[in-house]
């Protein structure tokens, strides 16, 4: 024990290694403050510009979204009103299609009436035109064929062409008023 005593007795004057020297204590206070000098000098006001530079980005990019979102519920609006206007005009064009195509389709059957009409007068003229050559060639046939006829039941020759003419128009006359009364 005496050993022990004396031990600790020599450690007495010694300096505790746990214990660090006023010397060390000041130099790592002042390469402390020196440190945080550089600090609050140099770095933290890049740390602060840095956060307010990633800040004001974000800031902005919500509210250039917010802006692209109102610019884009604006082109959507005027999107819509523009397909509203475009089946409206459509349908308008449809409707005015349809009144022309109507229109065009009364033209066509007045002008193939008309045509049709036409056609008709035509053909009906032409079957009077026929049917007067068809008279005229049956008188004057008939006119020829009567006298003959007379001549024979007669016996003597009636070419004389006005007695002809007279006795056929009288008879041709004379069908004609039987024919009239009996078509009444």
Not at 1 to 8: N, Q, R
Not at 141 to 165: F, I, K, N, T, Y
Request: proline share 2%.
């Amino acid at each position: 024990m005496s050993s022990t005593v004396l031990f600790l007795a020599e450690d007495e004057k010694a300096p505790l290694p746990v214990v660090p020297h006023i010397s060390e204590v000041i130099l790592g206070l002042i390469a402390f403050g020196i440190l945080v000098w550089v600090l609050a000098k140099f770095v933290t006001p890049k740390f602060e510009a840095l956060y307010a530079e990633r800040t004001a980005k974000i800031e902005g990019g919500i509210e250039k979204a917010e802006q692209a979102q109102v610019e884009a519920e604006a082109a959507l609006q005027q999107y819509k009103a523009q397909l509203a206007e475009a089946r409206a005009e459509s349908a308008r064009i449809r409707d005015d299609a349809r009144a022309e195509a109507e229109q065009i389709k009364e033209e066509l059957r007045a002008q193939a009436q008309e045509e049709s009409a036409r056609i008709v007068a035509q053909g009906q003229a032409q079957l009077e035109a026929q049917r007067a050559q068809i008279v005229a060639e049956l008188r004057a046939e008939l006119g020829r064929q009567a006298v003959e006829l007379a001549s024979r039941v007669v016996g003597e020759s009636l070419e004389d062409e006005a007695r002809r003419r007279g006795t056929v128009d009288r008879f041709l006359a004379e069908l004609d008023s039987v024919s009239a009364t009996v078509k009444s």
